[in-house]
């Protein structure tokens, strides 16, 4: 019996597959303007409505470090719920933010501390020089953008990310963004003598849709020697989120 000659409809299969396949545009290749880089960023940004996600989170700082399990519903501009789960799946504790109100519950010790969501009060919480935005943003992989004082001290390409940088009178300030996800990989911001006062970093870019998006997220403030850093196993994007928590009735109450 003759064998069948699969050779010419193998390569027609792939000739095929490969003009259908999408082909991302590198940095290199395709070299964009400051401008359009940052409107990709912040669309990209803008994109992420909802945010429901779990994995470890760890705070460290010199008084100790603290690593744990979590759950994640975030629902842009105003509302977070981060439930805390100890060794199998234990529920200890409960955090809910929103612009006017911040709620940390004690499972444990059946203790609520309630306060605004203010610097202060999260500082003495958590141990992190850290506002309501910004921990927004680290659950999004979101940074500041550059203010109307900065101006733009240096542009290069480095192995396909935009490395943008910035100065004003206080302090200079450099992202590097992704050249096809749109992500800020790295965010430095370092004050005149070039101290760094606070570094950023992302990675694990998980780029399906409907919005890329990175699964590992580090927040450090050297100079403190603190840092925040978010590594999700699961995240589902723009799904329907709840963010409410409702205290038991016979929990303490710690006013801040």
């Known amino acids: 019996m003759r064998g069948r000659n699969y050779g010419l409809p193998l390569i027609v299969l792939l000739m095929c597959l490969n003009g ?10 395709e070299p964009l303007a400051v401008e359009e880089i940052l409107r990709r960023v912040h669309e990209r940004n803008d994109a992420v409505r909802t945010l429901k996600g779990e994995g470890t989170i760890t705070v460290e700082a010199p008084e100790g470090s603290n690593s744990g399990f979590f759950t994640a519903s975030l629902k842009k501009p105003d509302s977070l719920l981060v439930e805390f789960k100890g060794p199998f799946g234990i529920h200890v504790g409960t955090l809910l933010l929103s612009r006017d109100r911040f709620v940390f519950f004690n499972r444990m010790q059946n203790r609520a501390v309630i306060g605004t969501p203010d610097g202060r009060t999260l500082q003495s919480m958590f141990r ?38 910035y100065r004003n009178a206080a302090r200079g300030t450099e992202y590097r963004i992704d050249g096809d996800a749109f992500v800020v990989r790295s965010y430095t911001v370092a004050d005149t003598p070039g101290e760094p006062t606070v570094t950023a970093t ?3 870019v998980d780029d399906s849709p ?6 590992f997220l580090r927040v450090i403030f050297p100079r403190e020697r603190r840092s925040i850093t978010i590594a999700y196993d699961d995240i589902e994007i723009n799904k329907p989120v709840d963010c409410t928590f409702v205290l038991p009735a016979r929990a303490q109450i710690i006013q801040r």
């Not at 935005?133 to 001290?153: C, V, Y």
């Open 20 to 29: 259908c396949a999408p082909s991302l545009k590198t940095a290199k290749e």
């Open 202 to 204: 992302t990675d694990r």
């Open 128 to 165: 992190l020089r850290m506002d309501f935005d910004q921990i927004l943003n680290a659950f999004t992989g979101e940074f500041p953008e550059a203010s109307r004082g900065d101006t733009l001290s240096g542009f290069n390409i480095d192995d396909n990310e935009y490395v943008l940088r």
């Open 210 to 215: 409907p919005v890329p998006m990175p699964r």
